[in-house]
Structures are given as C-alpha cells and as structure tokens.
C-alpha cells in the first residue's frame, strides 16, 4: 500500500483488508483494477483468469511490494472444480468474466449466450450459498434502444432527456427482434442480472450490478496481427487506434450516426474501488457507471482519433481519414446498433458521492500516447516484411 495512513469508508469506519476473488482479472477492466488494489489498499486478490498478459506486470518479480497479496490462477470457470473453494475463501467476488465484443455477438451468437449468463451461474450459485458478497459485471447494453429512437427523426421530443436518459431504476430494456442476434449478449446480461437480483430478494444474497457505458483506455482489447487476431475485430478504440498506427483509414459503420459517452478507465475504476469499500452503500443497488459528459457520435469520436493521434505520434493524419462501410459488411448478418447512451447519475451520486472527472480529449490523448508507445514499432515491422505470394 502506498502510504500508512489507516483507510476510513463514506462514513468513516476503518475498512478492514478483504480477500478478493476476481474472475476475468486478467482483461482490460481487471488488470486496471488489480493495480489499483494493488498501489492503493492492503486488500489481497486471488485473480482468476484464461490469460494473465495483462497483469504479467503485477505478477513478475516476485520482489514487487505486492507480491504477497495477489494470486493467479489460470483457470476457465466453465470446467473447473477449484472456483468454488477460490469463492470460499474470499470475501468478495467480482465477475468481469465474459464475451463482450460486438463482433461475436451476431457470428458466435451460443458462445457469447454461455459465457454471459450459463458460465455465470455457478458464480452466482457459489456466493449465494456460501453467503459471499458479489460485485457482477454488467453492461450498459441491457438498456438496449432509447425510447426516443422509436420517434419521428423530426419529433422535438427527441431532445426530451425522458425519452433518452438511461436509469437503473425507470428505463425498459429493449431489444430488437430475435433475428438480430447483436442483441444476444444483452439479453444474457440482463437474464443474469434478473436472476442475481432474484437471489437477494429470495436467498439475501449480498450483490452490486455494475453497468459500464464505453470504459476506454490502454490494454483495451488487442490491436489486429500484433497482439490478437490478424482477422479479429476488436471494440471501436482498438479498430480506430490500429487504423491510426498503420495509416489506414477508420471504418464508420453505418455513417457513424450512432452516438455513446465514452469514460476512462482510471475514473471508472474509483468508483468500482468505492464499491468495494463500501458495502453497506453499494449493496442490493444496480450502478450507472459512465460520463454523461463525453458524449459524441462514432463519427465524432474517429475525427477527435485522428487529430490527437496526429498530435501525439507527429505525424500528418490521412487526407481523408474515414470511410463509410455498411453494419453487414463490417460485422456480418444480425448486427443492429443502440443508438444513445447516457447514463443517469443520480443513484451512484447519492450512494458513492462518485463522479467521472476526465474530458474525452484528455483520456485520448494519454491512451493514444499509450497505444503510440506500445504498438508503433512492432506495427511498422509487421508492415515491412515481406507479403507471401503463391
Ligand atoms: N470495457 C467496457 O467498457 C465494458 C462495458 C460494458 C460491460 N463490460 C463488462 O465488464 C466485464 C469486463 O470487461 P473487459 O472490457 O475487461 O473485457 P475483457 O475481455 O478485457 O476481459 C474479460 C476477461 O475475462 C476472461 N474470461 C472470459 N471467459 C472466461 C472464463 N470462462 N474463465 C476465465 N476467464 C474468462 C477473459 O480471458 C478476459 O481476460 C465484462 O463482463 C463486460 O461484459 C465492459
Ligand atoms: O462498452 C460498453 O459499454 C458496452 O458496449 C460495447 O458495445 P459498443 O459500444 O456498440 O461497441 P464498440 O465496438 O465500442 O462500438 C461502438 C460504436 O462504434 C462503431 N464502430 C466500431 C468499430 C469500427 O471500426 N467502426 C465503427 O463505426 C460500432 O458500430 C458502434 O456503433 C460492447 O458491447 C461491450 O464491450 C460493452 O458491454
């Protein structure tokens, strides 16, 4: 921990050093709050995960002042006898684990069913009987469309925050129909959160839901060919930012007209630490997390990229940096998009006193410095060499 100075919660009762198992530690969201826990609390964590590149830092050497307080174990949850006893022997369980990139939802459409809500269960089970506490990991995609995407394109009610504004406690959820497997993995999202939500109500099961809106940052994803898939479409940050770094134009789907809040992951993070700490505030309630102040459309979002990255790397950006394809040809049959996505505040407000501080340039401009650094060398290598011909 980085200082002595003894923690205190909301309010101000000593937070005593917990044992947390974290599954899915090792992915974007789980390496950030690994170190967090890690620099800032005495809390110990038991990080559960297929994969731990993105945590090798806090692992390795084992002379890191951490090192007696996290725990890998390479493990999948959806065959693994040892996750029960790992639940167990922790007070709090976080659920990060999952599918969460639209490209699979419509291609791999079972795949992405399981893990969001079947690989869930057990978790679920786990705590419930064990009488442990756990923070699940949503998504903001449970909210589907926006009532006023259903209006005239000229109605003035579109500008009526009632017909857009997304709350935990007041907004519907809704999908479209079944043929449009996009939506596969929202349903399953909010079928784990019904039945999460079930088990308080019926069995006391102690829980938080957490809902992101867009957390964006460094080690978000894979960039294509480097570190992931030559062939793999990772979430909208990494498509724009392997784009910049191999001076390719940025693919706006469908005109780009889609509109989300994008926040960054450090100020997310406080919250899910506020979370944590405070169990008494955070139990039994489903949290907003996002910036209600960064909203832009997707087209909006590749112009800000594109300057930044340009500002970042000194390199002069594409004459015409974007290009329009069709939501078919980039992500295939039964894609469909949410159209708007602001988070309503109010309940994480008065719970956690939490608000997101970073502007959207800002949180562009220190994670494409990131991506610059990390990718730009081993982009230029890869492009160099030699393409094999028959
Ligand atoms: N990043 C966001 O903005 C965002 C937004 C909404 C919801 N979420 C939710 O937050 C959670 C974490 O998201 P992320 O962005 O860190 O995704 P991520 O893909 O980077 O991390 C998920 C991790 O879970 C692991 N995992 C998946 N299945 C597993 C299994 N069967 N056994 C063990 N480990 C498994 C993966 O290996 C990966 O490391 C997900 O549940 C996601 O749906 C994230
Ligand atoms: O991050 C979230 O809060 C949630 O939303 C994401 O869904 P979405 O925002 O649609 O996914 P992105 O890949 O980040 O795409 C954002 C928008 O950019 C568009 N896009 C994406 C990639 C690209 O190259 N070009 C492009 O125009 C998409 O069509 C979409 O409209 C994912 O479903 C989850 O990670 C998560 O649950």
């Avoid at 038991?46 to 002042?65: N, Q």
């Amino acid at each position: 921990m980085a200082s002595g100075v003894a923690r205190v919660d909301l309010d101000g009762g000593p937070i005593k050093p917990m044992t947390i198992c974290m599954i899915g530690a090792g992915g974007f969201i789980g390496s950030h709050l690994c170190e967090k826990l890690m620099a800032e609390t005495p809390h110990k964590v038991l990080a559960l995960d297929v994969y731990s590149d993105k945590i090798k830092h806090l692992l390795e050497p084992a002379t890191l002042p951490w090192a007696d307080r996290i725990q890998f174990h390479r493990l999948n949850i959806k065959h693994d006898s040892r996750l029960e006893g790992l639940i167990k022997m922790s007070d709090l369980t976080i659920n990060l684990a999952a599918i969460c990139t639209p490209a699979d939802y419509n291609t791999r459409p079972l795949d992405t069913i399981y893990s969001n809500f079947i690989d869930a269960l057990p978790v679920v089970k786990y705590c419930s009987e064990n009488g442990k506490r756990l923070i699940h990991f949503s998504t903001c995609e449970v909210y589907g469309k926006t009532i006023g995407s259903f209006l005239p394109k000229d109605s003035p009610l579109r500008q009526d925050p009632a017909y857009y504004m997304l709350s935990e406690d007041a907004s519907p959820c809704i999908f479209g129909p079944i043929e449009k497997q996009r939506w596969s993995y929202a349903c399953a999202k909010q079928l784990i959160e019904r039945l999460i939500y079930a088990e308080g109500a019926e069995n006391g099961l102690e829980f938080t839901i957490v809902r992101p809106f867009n957390w964006i940052g460094p080690r978000m994803d894979f960039i294509p060919g480097i570190d992931g898939p030559s062939e793999g479409v990772p979430r909208v940050l990494a498509c724009f930012s392997n784009a910049l770094l191999r001076h390719q134009q940025l693919k706006l789907v469908d005109g780009g007209q889609s509109q989300r809040t994008f926040i960054f992951i450090k100020d997310a993070i406080e919250a899910v630490l506020l979370m944590i700490e405070n169990p008494a505030r955070a139990n039994g309630h489903i949290f907003n997390v996002g910036n209600p102040n960064n909203e832009v459309t997707v087209r909006q979002l590749a112009e800000m990229m594109t300057q930044v990255y340009s500002k970042v790397s000194d390199e002069a950006p594409l004459e015409v940096p974007t290009v329009d394809v069709s939501s078919k040809e980039f992500y295939g049959e039964g894609y469909d998009d949410s159209d708007k996505r602001i988070p309503d505040m109010t309940i994480i407000n008065r719970q956690l006193g939490w608000n997101p501080k970073t502007s959207l340039w800002d949180l562009l401009e220190s994670t494409l410095t990131y991506q610059h650094r990390t990718y730009a060398e081993a982009i230029k290598k890869a492009m160099s060499k030699p393409v094999a011909t028959s």
